[in-house]
């Protein structure tokens, strides 16, 4: 008996929890490419992800196993997630910690379902007797899962680190100083006088409120590529 429930019914809650917190999961992982946030199910993904964790102790063991070290590693990663996203509010930082964690616990989730569908599923077996399965189609399908969510994982977390966003130079007057080649020669020629400095006898005192407003236009313009 586990917490009042047979083993084998143990099992099946254990394995339904553990679907719903993948199937949550992904739908959440795809929502976050889109910028989609979710927070329903982000928390139902979060907490029935922690409960998969938790629950995977319940069953009987005599020594620490590598499907324990998952759960702890999944449980310590869901902890920082949910201190990234409830307490931290994906502040600055913690918007890509909570990512990679959350994506990462995800991925150890699926792991695992991996793993034991290749143990429970018969046509999977037939193709990775051993146990634990060690055979090439294993490795391969382990690899494939591994490989997208590196590229998820990559794809999110670049979206998520802030780019550096130069702002709008302006002039004293309030209006924008403006970027683009024709107003900047407009400037440069016309408001500064650099044309008429080209026969001393056409000189005229140089226009420095003009000048204030286009040098941060220019610097703008070079260094908006980097």
Request: with cysteine.
């Amino acid at each position: 008996m586990v917490l009042g429930m047979s083993l084998a019914t143990f099992t099946m809650v254990h394995v339904i929890i553990s679907l719903i917190g993948i199937v949550s999961g992904i739908i959440v992982m795809f929502a976050m490419l889109g910028s989609n946030r979710m927070p329903g199910l982000t928390a139902i993904f979060l907490l029935f992800t922690i409960l998969t964790s938790a629950t995977g102790f319940g069953f009987p063991f005599t020594q620490l196993l590598p499907s324990h070290m998952i759960g702890i590693l999944s449980l310590v990663l869901l902890a920082i997630a949910c201190i990234a996203l409830y307490a931290m509010r994906l502040a600055g930082p913690w918007r890509w910690i909570y990512v990679v964690t959350a994506l990462v616990s995800l991925y150890l989730n699926v792991f695992v379902l991996v793993i034991q569908g290749f143990l429970k599923v018969p046509a999977l077996h037939a193709l990775a007797p051993s146990v634990p399965p060690s055979e090439p189609p294993f490795a391969v399908v382990q690899g494939l899962v591994l490989l997208l969510f590196v590229l998820l994982s990559s794809a999110r977390g670049a979206d998520s680190i802030p780019r550096r966003r130069w702002p709008e130079p302006t002039c004293h007057s309030g209006q924008s100083a403006g970027l683009s080649l024709e107003s900047i020669i407009t400037v440069v020629v016309m408001d500064s006088g650099l044309a008429a400095w080209r026969r001393p006898e056409w000189r005229r005192p140089i226009n420095r409120r003009k000048f204030r407003c286009f040098f941060p236009g220019l610097v703008r313009l070079i260094l908006c590529p980097l």
